[in-house]
């Protein structure tokens, strides 16, 4: 009777778009041989290497061998979703919850992630809460019913979870890209450089960070425009975004001082001229010490005041901007920037060390 139930249950999931009911696990599972265990391994091994419907066969044939193996469902639909096969996918996460074992979590976070491809947000959020009755504290969780909420236009609700994502794992690149994006979305200059700077300190030689960086350059030469090749332009624009706290004073002067730098640097002769890197060098300390000075007046302090500003007032405060300028930026092929990374290599260490032993302010 059970297992009719469950079965029932999986139909509902899988066919109704309005209404979506997740099953509890009513089975338990059976321990794999090894022969199993290698096929499932193997399977893994494949799936490393991109070929995800290869090893959707060597977990099928797990399966034939162990019907009773919720690993080798759960690993199937990871494959099938990276292959883009979402159905198939959702069909095999759905399978490994019907068992009683360790990966209900993540089996969970894997059928949400696949509704939510197929268009169901809010059934999605709805497995969410199931993962999240199982671990509140686990930040994929919370990463997820972000990204959910952004992809429905629900930026508040999105922050709200990134920021218990990460709360929970302050080393999760995703969340603060994430949360950078929302808010360059919302023309909030400031946040999004720091939120990026953050980002970079942990993944900065993927693809990825070469996206990061390009908006990084932008954010930071917003307002300014030559003219005329003697006149510089300074438009001074605020964003109608405030939820974290004011940062218009240093708005206004990454403005000006981005305006200054473009000046100076067009007055000097070649060779002497600033190069592009050395530009978002001064930049960014100068955002840094505005942001030093600001930080004792502002009153109202939010998360990327109270979270995101400590880290880059600190990078300025231990000299060190210069140093991470060129260590997030070690992906872009330039002479000046490999040179800087080839004859610095202590610089590189001790920032690397620094940013090992940062341990993020705790905001509530």
Same mark, same amino acid.
Request: glycine share 4%; net charge negative; proline share 3%.
């Given at each position: 009777?059970?297992?009719?139930?469950?079965?029932?249950?999986?139909?509902?999931?899988?066919?109704?778009? $309005?209404?979506?009911?997740?099953?509890?696990?009513?089975?338990?599972?059976?321990?794999? /041989?090894?022969?199993? &265990?290698?096929?499932?391994?193997?399977?893994?091994?494949? #799936?490393?290497?991109?070929?995800?419907?290869?090893? +959707?066969?060597?977990?099928?044939?797990?399966?034939?061998?162990?019907?009773?193996?919720?690993?080798?469902?759960?690993?199937?639909?990871?494959?099938?979703?990276?292959?883009?096969?979402?159905?198939? $996918?959702?069909? =095999?996460?759905?399978?490994?919850?019907?068992?009683?074992?360790?990966?209900?979590?993540?089996?969970?976070?894997?059928?949400?992630?696949?509704?939510?491809?197929?268009?169901?947000?809010?059934?999605?959020?709805?497995?969410y809460q199931k993962a999240l009755g199982i671990d509140s504290t686990?930040?994929?969780? #919370?990463?997820?019913?972000?990204? &959910?909420?952004?992809?429905?236009?629900?930026?508040?609700?999105?922050? %709200?979870?990134?920021? *218990?994502?990460? #709360?929970?794992?302050?080393?999760?690149?995703?969340?603060?890209?994430?949360?950078?994006?929302?808010?360059?979305?919302?023309?909030?200059?400031?946040?999004?450089?720091? =939120?990026?700077?953050?980002?970079?300190?942990?993944?900065?030689?993927?693809?990825? &960070?070469?996206?990061?960086?390009?908006?990084?350059?932008? @954010? @930071? /030469?917003?307002?300014?425009?030559?003219?005329?090749?003697?006149?510089?332009?300074?438009?001074?624009?605020?964003?109608?975004?405030?939820?974290?706290?004011?940062?218009?004073?240093?708005?206004?002067?990454? $403005? @000006?001082?981005?305006?200054?730098? &473009?000046? +100076?640097?067009?007055?000097?002769?070649?060779?002497? *001229?600033?190069?592009?890197?050395?530009?978002? +060098?001064? %930049?960014?300390?100068?955002?840094?010490?505005?942001?030093?000075? @600001?930080?004792?007046?502002?009153?109202?302090?939010?998360?990327?005041?109270?979270?995101? =500003?400590?880290?880059?007032?600190?990078?300025?405060?231990?000299?060190?901007?210069?140093?991470?300028?060129y260590f997030s930026f070690q992906i872009v092929n330039e002479p000046?920037?490999?040179?800087?990374?080839?004859?610095?290599?202590?610089?590189?260490?001790?920032?690397?060390?620094?940013?090992?032993?940062?341990?993020?302010?705790?905001?509530?």
């Amino acid at each position: 009777m059970k297992r009719l139930f469950f079965f029932c249950l999986l139909i509902l999931f899988s066919s109704c778009s $309005s209404s979506i009911i997740i099953g509890d696990p009513i089975k338990k599972m059976v321990p794999n /041989q090894s022969e199993v &265990t290698q096929l499932i391994e193997e399977g893994i091994k494949l #799936h490393e290497e991109g070929d995800y419907l290869k090893a +959707v066969l060597k977990y099928q044939e797990a399966i034939r061998k162990n019907p009773e193996n919720p690993l080798a469902y759960y690993e199937m639909s990871f494959s099938y979703f990276l292959a883009g096969k979402y159905d198939e $996918s959702l069909n =095999a996460a759905l399978k490994s919850t019907e068992f009683e074992s360790s990966l209900l979590l993540l089996s969970y976070i894997q059928i949400g992630s696949n509704i939510d491809m197929l268009g169901k947000p809010k059934a999605a959020l709805t497995a969410y809460q199931k993962a999240l009755g199982i671990d509140s504290t686990y930040y994929l969780v #919370h990463y997820n019913i972000a990204i &959910t909420y952004s992809n429905m236009s629900k930026y508040d609700e999105s922050r %709200e979870y990134l920021y *218990k994502a990460i #709360h929970y794992n302050s080393r999760h690149a995703s969340s603060h890209l994430a949360l950078g994006n929302i808010y360059m979305e919302d023309n909030y200059r400031v946040p999004a450089i720091l =939120a990026y700077c953050q980002f970079l300190a942990i993944e900065n030689n993927t693809t990825r &960070t070469e996206d990061v960086l390009a908006k990084l350059q932008n @954010l @930071l /030469q917003i307002g300014v425009s030559k003219t005329s090749e003697t006149e510089i332009e300074v438009s001074i624009g605020s964003s109608k975004s405030n939820y974290e706290g004011d940062f218009s004073a240093a708005d206004f002067f990454l $403005s @000006l001082n981005a305006a200054a730098l &473009t000046q +100076v640097s067009d007055a000097i002769n070649e060779p002497m *001229k600033m190069k592009p890197i050395e530009i978002i +060098v001064s %930049e960014i300390e100068g955002l840094a010490q505005i942001l030093d000075e @600001l930080y004792m007046k502002i009153d109202d302090k939010r998360f990327a005041w109270k979270y995101y =500003a400590p880290f880059l007032i600190e990078l300025g405060q231990r000299q060190l901007i210069e140093s991470f300028v060129y260590f997030s930026f070690q992906i872009v092929n330039e002479p000046t920037i490999q040179g800087w990374l080839q004859n610095n290599p202590e610089k590189i260490e001790e920032l690397q060390k620094w940013i090992d032993a940062y341990q993020s302010p705790i905001v509530d």
